[in-house]
């Protein structure tokens, strides 16, 4: 069992810093990536960034500059610290890993989804 504990959202003013946490957890053997999606009322879930094994990055060009991904791999934990945040930044953000379990191949994890509101 892997489980994905999200933590950090919350209603913010257009300006403001959110930083949002993921922490991956079970019996795990290796991490391949992590990352965050979001998804808005009547939207397309998009990536909002992820970090691979190697520590390569990629960001949606509507949050490059803004948003910076960050890991701690020694507990399997994802970051996002989100700067200068804007009212189309509203959404819910959902952590999503990409995992190998003990004994098992491959699979993609998300969390709970955390809700992050911009107001203007």
């Known amino acids: 069992q892997v489980q994905l504990v999200e933590s950090g959202g919350g209603l913010v003013q257009a300006g403001g810093s959110l930083r949002l946490s993921c922490a991956a957890s079970?019996?795990?053997?290796?991490?391949?990536?992590m990352g965050w999606y979001r998804q808005a009322p009547g939207k397309q879930r998009e990536l909002v960034a992820r970090?691979?094994?190697?520590?390569?990055?990629n960001y949606a060009d509507s949050v490059k500059g803004r948003f910076t991904i960050s890991r701690d791999s020694a507990k399997n934990t994802v970051y996002l610290q989100m700067n200068s945040l804007k009212p189309e930044d509203t959404a819910v953000y959902y952590c999503?890993?990409?995992?190998?379990?003990?004994?098992?191949?491959?699979?993609?994890?998300w969390g709970q989804g955390t809700q992050v509101t911009v107001s203007s």
């Open positions: 970090i691979a094994r190697d520590g390569s990055t």
């Open positions: 079970g019996r795990i053997f290796r991490v391949n990536a």
């Open positions: 999503s890993a990409q995992i190998i379990p003990y004994g098992f191949t491959e699979n993609d994890y």
